[in-house]
């Protein structure tokens, strides 16, 4: 799965960009000739968080450690463009900074992804450089594969359960887990971000993952309303085993169960009610072709 991931940006890391202390050998690693503390123009990035975003997704702190890792060395572009034109950074290093004190809407410790990153003092980056520094260029977001979206409140594949993200659950809200990140591709400046408090967003993208995405929404609607007809069945069968039973109550209760014990109700039921109400044969036995007794029939010819 293709994941795009929105934050609030740019951070200078030093006074007018400097690089930090034993920063410069890590940015030459990436140089095929070293370069010096004035070629260079550092910042720190805020790359994601574990917050749950306006699409009710977030990574975890697990996934976050593992994608400061994976985005070591990444370029960063511009919206999302994936040419060669738009190299403009390059990530050096990253660390995850907690905030225990904040609360995440998961209701665990708040925690970010923060990158650093360089870009060479040039006259095509001055003006990139101005707008950073202004505040102008704030938005990032970055491009990473999961191999795992998990519904926060059965643990099933998102989109393939019957709950729906944004919803409450018992109080609990709904919401897509992002796990086990297998690939960081580039993080790119961008101009809307979709996390209200970070400035961070998510949406799926790369290839046909929109219409994959389309596909699953489609598939889980089609849960939700097999499960519907089948908590309805249940309802109809149980009142046709025991007519004085409380119909609403009922409803109530069947619709906390899961799809097992559902059908496993249906069945029991089903069995029941084929023993109370037996079906009729449909082909009745042929009547004696004897005339009856004191019938006139005798008498026809």
Request: aromatic share 8%.
């Amino acid at each position: 799965m293709n994941i795009t991931k929105q934050q609030d940006a740019a951070e200078q890391t030093a006074a007018q960009g400097a690089p930090a202390d034993g920063d410069l050998e890590l940015i030459n690693t990436y140089a095929r000739t070293p370069l010096t503390g004035g070629q260079v123009y550092a910042f720190a990035v805020r790359l994601c968080d574990n917050e749950v975003d306006r699409d009710c997704e977030r990574f975890d702190e697990e996934s976050l450690n593992a994608l400061g890792g994976l985005f070591v060395g990444k370029t960063g572009i511009f919206d999302h463009q994936w040419s060669a034109a738009g190299q403009t950074a390059r990530i050096y290093k990253t660390e995850l900074i907690r905030e225990p004190e904040k609360k995440t809407a998961a209701g665990d410790g708040y925690c970010w992804l923060k990158g650093w990153a360089y870009l060479l003092r040039s006259e095509k980056n001055a003006e990139l450089i101005g707008e950073i520094e202004g505040g102008i260029k704030k938005e990032v977001s970055v491009g990473c594969a999961v191999q795992e979206s998990i519904c926060s409140i059965c643990g099933a594949r998102a989109g393939t359960c019957e709950h729906v993200k944004g919803q409450r659950y018992g109080g609990k809200l709904c919401y897509a887990e992002l796990r086990r990140p297998t690939d960081a591709y580039e993080w790119s400046f961008v101009a809307v971000p979709a996390q209200s408090a970070a400035g961070g967003g998510k949406k799926i993208t790369g290839g046909k993952s929109g219409d994959d995405d389309r596909e699953l929404q489609y598939q889980a609607q089609l849960g939700r309303n097999y499960l519907s007809r089948l908590k309805r069945e249940v309802v109809r069968l149980s009142m046709l085993c025991d007519a004085d039973m409380d119909g609403a109550l009922l409803a109530k209760a069947v619709d906390a169960l899961n799809e097992q014990d559902l059908l496993g109700m249906e069945e029991n039921y089903r069995k029941r009610v084929a023993r109370l109400f037996p079906a009729p044969p449909q082909l009745r036995p042929a009547e004696s072709a004897q005339p009856r007794s004191g019938s006139s029939d005798a008498f026809l010819i």
